[in-house]
């Protein structure tokens, strides 16, 4: 069980910590209760301090918290979901570790924890699937936080669905070079990243090839303006005849969708964490105010209505987090794609990390529907994570793909397709 049961909060605007009390952790091994709480210690630290400016910053190339990712790569974050080989960690339990980081971040900044997740799992755990000369060239310098990664799926027509029909970024094969041609979308981190892992057409196939940013011919678009999730940049890139050598496809020819999908399932486990975060910090502001604002003369945690409130939201917290460690154990013990656990448990959590945001904003009442108060410039943490948490139903598979996973286990792909 993690240890910071009695620790001090270093933030004065930090509520005690609900999670060391309530949740009795009996799945997480030994070495990833060390990660959490050395992540923890981190985030109290480092990021809670910084964490309002990058949620309510405007999406911008300045406002990108690049000290914060110095920090964490000192501290070696970067390094702790990938093996020894490859200049990580070598944790046993890596994907457990991972997720609970993104959980750990996520408690503070979901806009943190959707760069490490982008960094981290999809451009970095993409890339386990290269050659060594490519790891040596993307890989060991973003696990030591000296080139930021990104990782495209998405276009403007084609996101959920990632047919070789739908897709328009296209790779053709020449004796020497590939050239790429096409058009992505949303891609996180691309103003400020050196590379993409990108998905490509191939003929009737598709296939993964990495991609200087500053490479003649790309042309990576302003960040985007988004409801929440402010300190994630996303753009658009354009690929106008993009000359690349031979030796930066990732895998084999031809098997792009595969590693893609393998890459968005880890992903998904940790977009299921980020969920948990979310609620987590939710839940630990909401019974801080509870039992400290006064209504009729009592506290508000003593209208019965709340504490029932609470007791299904600890409920759902208990389950949504054993669904993603479950999910993540399952990925470290060698299943490539953890189904049905990690689909029940990217819907389950950010399900209710949003349902509970709804709700953690009508227990603060006109105090969390405020960004700031201009009387003394005070702010509360459900307002952020009330506009964070949607995009987590959203990107690396929309719920409703959860769901069709979920039941594709259930009644098989020739019923469900
Ligand atoms: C902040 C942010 C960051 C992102 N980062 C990245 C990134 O780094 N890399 C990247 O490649 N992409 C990224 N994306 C794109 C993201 O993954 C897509 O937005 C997501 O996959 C959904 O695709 P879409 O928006 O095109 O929606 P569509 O594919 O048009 O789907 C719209 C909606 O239709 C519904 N739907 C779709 N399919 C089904 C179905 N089979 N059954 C029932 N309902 C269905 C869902 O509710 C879905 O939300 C990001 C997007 C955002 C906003």
């Known amino acids: 069980m993690a240890t910071n049961e009695n620790k001090s909060n270093k933030n004065a605007n930090q509520p005690p910590r609900q999670q060391p009390r309530l949740y009795h952790d009996l799945m997480t091994p030994e070495e990833v209760i060390g990660i959490r709480e050395e992540v923890r210690n981190f985030c109290e630290e480092y990021l809670a301090p910084v964490a309002w400016d990058i949620g309510h910053r405007e999406e911008s190339v300045e406002a990108f918290p690049f000290q914060l990712l110095k920090q964490m790569a000192d501290a070696g974050l970067f390094r702790i979901p990938f093996a020894a080989e490859v200049g990580g960690r070598g944790l046993k339990h890596r994907a457990t570790a991972t997720a609970i980081v993104i959980e750990e971040l996520s408690y503070f900044s979901n806009s943190v924890a959707a760069i490490y997740d982008v960094h981290c799992i999809l451009a970095g755990h993409a890339l386990e699937w290269a050659s060594p000369e490519l790891q040596k060239q993307y890989l060991a310098p973003l696990l030591a936080g000296e080139k930021i990664g990104s990782f495209a799926t998405s276009e403007p027509l084609a996101s959920t669905d990632l047919s070789v029909e739908s897709l328009v970024t296209d790779a053709t094969f020449y004796d020497n070079y590939i050239e790429i041609n096409g058009h992505k979308r949303w891609i996180t981190n691309s103003p400020v990243a050196s590379f993409v892992v990108l998905l490509c057409r191939d003929g009737e196939r598709m296939t993964e090839v990495v991609v200087d940013l500053d490479a003649p011919g790309v042309t990576v678009g302003p960040p985007d303006k988004k409801l929440g999730n402010h300190g994630q940049l996303t753009a658009d890139i354009l690929f106008d005849r993009v000359r690349v050598p031979l030796g930066n496809v990732v895998g084999q020819r031809g098997e792009g969708l595969k590693i893609a999908l393998q890459v968005l399932t880890y992903g998904r486990i940790g977009i299921a964490a980020s969920g ?32 029932f409130r609470l007791a299904e939201r600890a409920m759902g917290i208990e389950n949504a987090r054993n669904l993603y460690l479950k999910a993540a154990l399952r990925m470290d013990d060698g299943v490539m794609f953890p189904e049905p656990e990690a689909a029940m448990a990217k819907w389950y959590a950010t399900n209710l990390a949003s349902e509970f945001a709804r709700e953690g904003i009508q227990i603060f009442g006109g105090y969390g529907f405020t960004k700031e108060l201009a009387y003394d410039g005070s702010h509360y943490h459900v307002e952020e994570v009330y506009r964070d948490c949607k995009i987590a139903e959203i990107y690396e598979g929309a719920n409703e793909v959860q769901m069709w996973v979920v039941a594709r286990n259930i009644f098989g792909k020739e019923i469900t397709g």
Do not use: I, N, Y
């Open 276 to 307: 948990v975060g979310m609620a987590q910090s939710v839940f630990d502001h909401s019974v801080e105010r509870l039992k400290t604002r006064r209504v009729f003369g009592k506290p508000l945690a003593t209208q019965q209505h709340w504490q």
